[in-house]
C-alpha cells in the first residue's frame, strides 16, 4: 500500500484524498513543456482515477511520457500540502466499472448541474487515467 495509515500525516493525505472535490493533475507535454489542470477524481486508496475527454491534451501528454503528478489544493495557508507523485495509465472508462458507483456519488450533485447523467458524462468522457502514485510529498 502506498500511504501507511498508522502515520497521523498519511491517515491525513488519505482523508483528504477521499474528501477532497478536485486535485490539480501535472503531466508533461511532448516537447517537454508542463500541464496543469484541476480534474475531478476518485481515491480508491491505492489509485487515483481521472474520467477524461478522449481528445484532450492530458492523454496526449501521457501517450509520450506516463508521469504524472496529482496535487490537492494548498489547505490551511500552505501548511498542509499533498503531492503525489505517480505514472499514469490510460484506458477505456468501460475497463474499471468498478469504480462508476463511487464516482457517481461523489459528483452527482456536479454532474446533474451540467445537465447529465453518469451514463451520459461517461459518454463524453470515454477515458479513464489510473496514476499509480510511486511519491508522497506532504507536509
Same mark, same amino acid.
Request: aromatic share 8%; glycine share 6%; no cysteine.
Given at each position: 500500500m502506498f500511504l501507511d495509515l498508522?502515520? #497521523?500525516? +498519511? %491517515?491525513?493525505v488519505d482523508a483528504r484524498l477521499r474528501g477532497e #472535490? @478536485?486535485?490539480?493533475?501535472?503531466? !508533461?507535454? #511532448? $516537447?517537454?513543456?508542463? +500541464?496543469?489542470?484541476p480534474v475531478w477524481f476518485l481515491w480508491d486508496g491505492e489509485t487515483v482515477f481521472i474520467y477524461s475527454q478522449p481528445a484532450a491534451q492530458k492523454l496526449r501528454n501521457? /501517450? %509520450?511520457? %506516463? /508521469? /504524472? @503528478?496529482?496535487a490537492l489544493e494548498a489547505a490551511d495557508e500552505g501548511e498542509d500540502i499533498a503531492i503525489v507523485e505517480g505514472v499514469a495509465e490510460v484506458m477505456s472508462a468501460a $475497463? !474499471? #466499472? /468498478? @469504480?462508476?458507483? &463511487?464516482? &457517481?456519488a461523489k459528483y452527482a450533485r456536479g454532474i446533474a448541474g451540467l445537465g447529465l447523467t453518469i451514463e451520459t458524462m461517461l459518454a463524453d468522457y470515454s477515458k479513464l487515467i489510473r496514476v499509480t502514485p510511486r511519491r508522497l510529498i506532504a507536509w
Amino acid at each position: 500500500m502506498f500511504l501507511d495509515l498508522t502515520q #497521523p500525516k +498519511h %491517515a491525513h493525505v488519505d482523508a483528504r484524498l477521499r474528501g477532497e #472535490p @478536485i486535485v490539480w493533475l501535472s503531466t !508533461v507535454r #511532448p $516537447d517537454g513543456r508542463p +500541464h496543469l489542470v484541476p480534474v475531478w477524481f476518485l481515491w480508491d486508496g491505492e489509485t487515483v482515477f481521472i474520467y477524461s475527454q478522449p481528445a484532450a491534451q492530458k492523454l496526449r501528454n501521457l /501517450a %509520450a511520457n %506516463a /508521469a /504524472a @503528478i496529482v496535487a490537492l489544493e494548498a489547505a490551511d495557508e500552505g501548511e498542509d500540502i499533498a503531492i503525489v507523485e505517480g505514472v499514469a495509465e490510460v484506458m477505456s472508462a468501460a $475497463d !474499471v #466499472p /468498478a @469504480i462508476v458507483p &463511487a464516482y &457517481a456519488a461523489k459528483y452527482a450533485r456536479g454532474i446533474a448541474g451540467l445537465g447529465l447523467t453518469i451514463e451520459t458524462m461517461l459518454a463524453d468522457y470515454s477515458k479513464l487515467i489510473r496514476v499509480t502514485p510511486r511519491r508522497l510529498i506532504a507536509w
